[in-house]
């Protein structure tokens, strides 16, 4: 049936506000005076609003670590709107890439990133697991899905030094114990993970 499904889309895409100091919002939403962060997010077709607890439980952990990614190299793996890595970039990231493998999250990517001003600082790219083979980073943040985790984390190992984190998200509170247990034998120690609303986030550094 013919609608108007911009309509549609802005009466139900809300703002979120995360910890008070994360405000998430469309274009066509208004800003919030003294907020200490304000990310942009048009998602159209792709994943990562803030709404779904694993993005929120991701943009909480950047909040969290925030002193310690300035001036640092940051892959966002499944990266969907982009939304992380603007975060990151907006942590005080040096450099920030962002993988996807769908052409709708990649395009809608670019434009985000636009939208929030730091296309100097976060590159987006088109592909799979490999295109970070030779490339190193300081951190990680992976919020995909368990199988895809599993699979990738030797990749991710490979791709971070000696202190290097790895923050996961995209998985079920009953994936923590299997996931920490791969994390530890890919060569991570893990150092906690938080819940809400049945999903969760596991946090690792590599040894």
């Known amino acids: 049936e013919n609608q108007d499904w911009n309509k549609i889309w802005e009466e139900n895409f809300t703002p979120i506000l995360v910890r008070d100091c994360i405000l998430v919002r469309a274009g066509f939403h208004p800003t919030i005076e003294n907020i200490e962060h304000e990310i942009i997010i048009d998602p159209k077709m792709s994943f990562g609003t803030g709404h779904h607890a694993t993005t929120a439980l991701m943009l909480e952990t ?30 005080g990231a040096k450099e920030v890439t962002g993988i996807d493998i769908d052409e709708w999250a990649y395009e809608n990517c670019v434009e985000n990133i636009r939208a929030n001003s730091v296309e100097t600082r976060v590159t987006p790219l ?73 999903w969760a986030r596991v946090d690792a550094v590599k040894n």
Request: with cysteine; charged share 15%; net charge negative.
């Open 126 to 198: 088109l592909g799979d697991i490999g295109a970070i083979a030779g490339r190193r980073y300081d951190f990680i943040a992976a919020n995909i899905n368990r199988n895809i985790l599993l699979a990738q984390l030797p990749a991710y190992a490979a791709a971070l030094d000696a202190g290097g984190w790895l923050l996961m998200s995209g998985i079920l509170e009953a994936d923590v114990a299997p996931l920490s247990e791969a994390a530890r034998a890919a060569g991570f120690s893990v150092t906690g993970h938080a819940l809400r609303d049945g």
């Open 62 to 91: 950047i909040l969290d670590m925030k002193p310690e990614f300035s001036g640092k190299q940051i892959l966002d793996m499944g990266c969907g709107t982009g939304i992380l890595s603007i975060m990151a970039a907006q942590a």
